[in-house]
């Protein structure tokens, strides 16, 4: 499959080729979108200079190299597009926010004339006829999409030994901080590809945990919106009442930006909420008299980690900011069954749906299953199925199982855990370290997966913003901001600040 990505490449590059001069002019390494716009607004770069840069890095490092393996498919159309946006440029056309915007949509979001696959090799051939809507909406913005990125099969829901960042149709997917180390999941590619500058922005996808811990131990932003805010159509599912998709980027800024972008009220969507503003939030000086509480008890599982969450308290108070300590979600640990019920029983369902309506090639989870026996030695060599086969027993979406599982999961972690937490300590947002470090990747055993500060947020649909907070050794680590529903104004300011304060981003030496 490599060999393919390699071929994939030379071509882009061949097919790109009458419209590059030397990329050697200026430094495009680790560039925001404000600069990206700078450089092709003064004529300092053009597009397809840019797109070089991109195509250049992924050949050496994830190609070749030490092959992180996060990029999956280069976008055939990268021709057209390039031309197109150009040419609104050359000719001082109105241009949307993204211009110049070099995007990867993770492999679980339709994108036409590319694979869709979900990282399985049983939808290898799986080509949707119509853009995913935040993906439309990324293109009416005029972003380039680059290409796709590699994930955790089946967004980490076939088994409970999956290795995050592992497909059966692309491969492992490595940390560019430290390629023996796992890239967490299942945005896997997305977070390595922006973490070693492989594009500008990269869009995840989360049910509980996937933009915010490939975020985080990647060392980048990640933006899980409040369920809603953004468009569910067009993504291979999981669960629809806790997926949504969200942002990765490098800075605060370019991840705000391209939120705004992505939304939209799709009428497809039944959860569709009104578009709101944040970019007036990027500014200083708002954290002082914010009161923050300290969620101690998603802490504890790793002392180092502690250690640095603990140095950034300062941070804030030298903001002006009051931190209100042991501000405790009291439920932690007691939504896990009712969410995994949830789970189970949203992915048939919503699979389901999605495999029709997008004439797969697979019909339904009951035909992926055997599929999977059928060519286990292809698609199951490192890790079996049981999620699989606990979904296809799961209880029918009209079940008392289930829509006990559902309100009880949304009681526990909402109106219960954050908002009740917000409420009895009388703080804005609370805040701890997002998840341990990365750790090594292991096939046998999968993931080590110690605690993280985001599943109440993601359970309850509410949002959860990580920004990088320093390091372990030398890998990176991220603090969380999670707030109450649509409370994404708060938080964007909150995390805007801390970055400006701080500016703890590791750059990965490759």
């Not at 200026?26 to 560039?31: P, Q, T």
């Not at 497909?167 to 977070?191: E, K, M, V, W």
């Not at 370019?254 to 039944?270: C, F, N, R, W, Y």
Request: aromatic share 6%.
């Amino acid at each position: 499959m490599r060999c393919f990505l390699s071929l994939l490449l030379a071509l882009s590059l061949w097919c790109v080729a009458p419209f590059i001069n030397s990329a050697d002019k200026a430094d495009f390494s680790n560039l925001t979108l404000a600069k990206t716009q700078m450089l092709l607004r003064n004529g300092d770069a053009t597009l397809a200079e840019l797109v070089d840069y991109y195509l250049d890095r992924i050949d050496k490092y994830d190609a070749k190299g030490i092959k992180i393996n996060s990029v999956a498919e280069i976008n055939p159309a990268l021709k057209q597009q390039i031309a197109v946006i150009q040419n609104k440029l050359d000719d001082k056309k109105p241009l949307g926010t993204l211009f110049g915007a070099i995007v990867l949509l993770k492999d679980n979001i339709d994108a036409k004339g590319m694979v869709n696959s979900a990282g399985s090799w049983l939808m290898r051939e799986h080509k949707p006829t119509h853009n995913a809507f935040v993906v439309a909406r990324l293109i009416a913005e005029d972003a380039l999409i680059l290409g796709k990125a590699n994930l955790s099969e089946w967004a980490n829901f076939r088994s409970s030994k999956s290795s995050s960042g592992w497909s059966s149709l692309y491969g492992q997917t490595l940390n560019p901080h430290d390629p023996t180390r796992s890239p967490c999941g299942s945005s896997a590619g997305s977070g390595a590809a922006i973490a070693a500058d492989f594009a500008l922005l990269a869009v995840g996808t989360e049910t509980d945990g996937s933009v915010t811990c490939p975020a985080a131990v990647n060392g980048i932003v990640g933006i899980k919106p409040t369920l809603g805010l953004l468009s569910r159509s067009g993504i291979i599912p999981i669960a629809h009442s806790q997926d949504t998709a969200g942002p990765m980027t490098r800075t605060v800024t370019d991840s705000v930006i391209m939120l705004e972008a992505m939304m939209g009220q799709d009428p497809t969507d039944k959860a569709a909420l009104p578009p709101m503003s944040l970019r007036q939030h990027l500014k200083l000086g708002e954290l002082k008299g914010k009161r923050i509480g300290v969620m101690r008890n998603m802490m504890g599982y790793h002392p180092e980690l502690d250690q640095v969450f603990n140095q950034q308290l300062a941070i804030f108070e030298k903001a002006g900011a009051i931190i209100v300590d042991n501000a405790n979600i009291e439920t932690k640990g007691e939504w896990g069954d009712a969410e995994y019920t949830v789970l189970l029983a949203e992915f048939k369902a919503d699979l389901n749906q999605y495999l029709v309506q997008s004439k797969a090639p697979l019909k339904s989870l009951e035909d992926a299953i055997a599929k999977n026996i059928e060519f286990a030695p292809r698609t199951m060599p490192e890790f079996a199925q049981e999620i699989f086969i606990a979904a296809q027993a799961a209880p029918n979406l009209n079940e008392k199982a289930y829509l006990d599982a559902l309100t009880n999961s949304k009681l526990i972690t909402g109106a219960q855990g954050i908002d009740a937490t917000l409420a009895k300590h009388k703080v804005d947002f609370l805040i701890a370290p997002t998840t341990a470090p990365g750790w090594k990747i292991d096939h046998i055993n999968g993931d080590n997966y110690m605690g993280s500060a985001g599943s109440a947020s993601a359970v309850s649909g509410y949002p959860h913003i990580t920004v990088p907070m320093g390091k372990v050794k030398h890998m990176p680590v991220n603090i969380s901001f999670v707030g109450a529903k649509l409370s994404e104004a708060v938080l964007v300011q909150a995390a805007f600040e801390f970055e400006q304060l701080t500016h703890a981003r590791l750059t990965p030496k490759l």
